[in-house]
């Protein structure tokens, strides 16, 4: 399970670290309670799925091969 280190980071399965913006996870945050988003980590691999305000997954290339 994916986990979040609050503000703004969250950790993969995989031991990645996805870093954000604060202000950046507000608005995604806010924009996700009328419908999924999804912000891709700076790798370009790693996508955090948010949904009504809050992190529902983390997608990692690893999981998928």
């Known amino acids: 399970m994916p986990r ?3 503000p ?3 950790i993969c399965d995989c ?3 996805c870093d954000f913006s604060e202000n ?3 608005k995604i945050r806010i924009a ?3 419908r999924k988003q ?3 980590a700076d790798d370009g691999l790693h996508e955090v799925i948010f949904d ?3 992190m529902i997954a983390v997608y990692c290339p690893r999981e998928n091969t």
């Open 38 to 40: 999804g912000l891709i």
């Open 52 to 54: 009504r305000g809050g």
């Open 15 to 17: 031991g990645y670290q």
């Open 8 to 10: 703004s980071s969250y």
């Open 24 to 26: 950046t996870i507000n």
């Open 32 to 34: 996700s309670m009328k």
């Open 4 to 6: 979040e280190i609050y």
